[in-house]
């Protein structure tokens, strides 16, 4: 083989494959018309072409690809369905947004804002305080205030007595 053939033989392969540009096809075809190896090499790669073609192009035709085509569908509708847990890495690694680290904090602090918030909205708290009567009596020796609560049926009385004098100096 001659220098230039060595320079061939590795343009050939894409060259038969039809991939190689207009200015490398001109030049493997310039030397083809001399060269009688290169010649052979490109019949040789055009006879097993050939010889593979030809089963596969018989078996393309006795297939029935309609009958493929319903395996295939059978195998997708038997795969299981993954749980939601081994889902959801993948959802988040769509995101460009949950690539970064920087959501850990925020989504941290929503769940103790959360956290302190939602008893105080879920805590009972009256609307209205219950209905009661305060009644206060005054007498020269003793105070009574009754504190009557209507709804818990409840009455506290409260006597007050006078504080004790001390006896005046004479």
Known sequence: MKDSCSVISKLLGKYFDQEVTDEERSFVDAHLV???????????????????????????????????????????RKEEKRPFWKVLPSWLQISPLFQKKFWIPAVAAMVVTLLVTLPLVFQKTPISPSP??????ES????VMVYDSENSKITLIWLFEEPEKEPDAV
Do not use: G
């Open 132 to 137: 009661s009567v305060v009644e206060y009596l």
């Open 34 to 76: 001399d060269c009688h190896a290169c010649q052979e090499m490109l019949s040789s790669m055009e006879k097993i072409r050939d010889w593979v073609k030809a089963p596969v192009e018989e078996a393309a035709r006795k297939e029935d690809f309609p009958w493929v085509w319903e395996k295939i569908e059978r195998a997708i």
């Open 140 to 143: 020269e020796t003793n105070n």
